[in-house]
């Protein structure tokens, strides 16, 4: 399913936990790149010291922690590969998430991206990598780092984009990986002003809206072997969360339409909000539907 997948590398226990998902996710038979970014700004902060001798100083210990981050990087990669696992990987210097994001332009399916448990410079990083990515992007929380896979949530909003997920994606994945998979729908309930200014459909009966919206779901999402559920709520974001703590899912799919950067800065507030409070790995299957 996985051809080549892209794994970000700090030496953070996040990263490791990444780079463990990668390899489960292609049982070891397909290609994982492991890509590292030493960061140039090291460098450039070396220039605000104005002594010579400080300077050269400075210069030789960056020049250290860039060779030890590049021996680091190949030794790791050469653990993979003496198990089996086709490995390769990618050292350059540049600004990390500017990098990784051209990189994961270059024919990857996948690009797995560990989150660390402590908000951190790195964690925005990495959080910067995940809006920007040309491909489809697996979250891995630091705390979720053994692999796990039995029960998948997709969360389904009616969208084109979220069809096209699920019926090219979700339903292959289920089979690839052989795994208990629900479809869910957070039904919003809008606040009253909103109400106040026309929107009188919500002020009926609730529950048989929601058996109406189950009958939908079902016939747009229609699969086999698949569960529907659709829950209210005033923030579909945190209900997605919720619902898949309470009923323990592993991990939840989300579907994210290729979009121009106006529309990235201003839209995807679920995905986002799902991305930063779930706890379990988090699939944002990236789709080029255009309407």
């Known amino acids: 399913m996985f051809k080549k997948i892209l794994v970000p590398i ?74 089996g696992i086709h490995a390769k990987y990618i050292f350059i210097e540049g600004e990390p998430a500017q990098t990784v994001v051209e990189e994961s332009s270059k024919g990857y399916d996948l690009v797995v991206v560990g989150i660390p448990s402590k908000k951190t410079h790195v964690a925005n990083t990495c959080y910067n990598i995940i809006k920007g990515v040309k491909t489809s992007c697996l979250v891995v ?92 709520g005033a923030d579909a974001g945190i209900e997605i969360v919720d619902f898949a703590e309470k009923e323990k899912y592993n991990l939840i799919i989300l579907a994210r339409e290729e979009k121009d950067w106006v529309e990235k800065a201003f839209l995807g507030s679920v995905s986002a909000k799902v991305v930063r409070l779930a706890k379990i790995p988090v699939l944002i299957y990236q789709t080029n539907f255009k309407g």
């Open 10 to 83: 700090d030496f953070s226990d996040a990263s490791k936990a990444a780079l463990n998902y990668a390899v489960e996710l292609t049982q070891g038979k397909k290609q994982i790149v492991l890509i590292h970014v030493f960061p140039a700004k090291i460098r450039e902060m070396i220039a605000f010291h104005d002594v010579p001798e400080r300077v050269k100083a400075l210069e030789a210990e960056v020049e250290e922690l860039r060779k030890k981050a590049a021996l680091e990087l190949e030794k790791l990669t050469e653990s993979l590969n003496e198990r």
């Open 141 to 232: 929380k630091e705390e979720k780092a053994k692999f796990s896979l039995k029960k998948v949530l997709f969360a389904a909003d009616f969208s084109e984009a979220s069809k096209k997920a699920f019926s090219e994606f979700a339903i292959r994945f289920k089979k690839e990986f052989n795994v208990e998979m629900a479809v869910l729908n957070v039904f919003e309930l809008y606040p009253l002003p909103y109400l106040e200014q026309g929107i009188t459909w919500m002020l009926g009966d609730l529950e048989q809206v929601k058996k109406n919206l189950e009958k939908r779901l079902v016939s747009e999402y229609g699969a086999k072997d698949v569960s529907y559920y659709v829950i209210e």
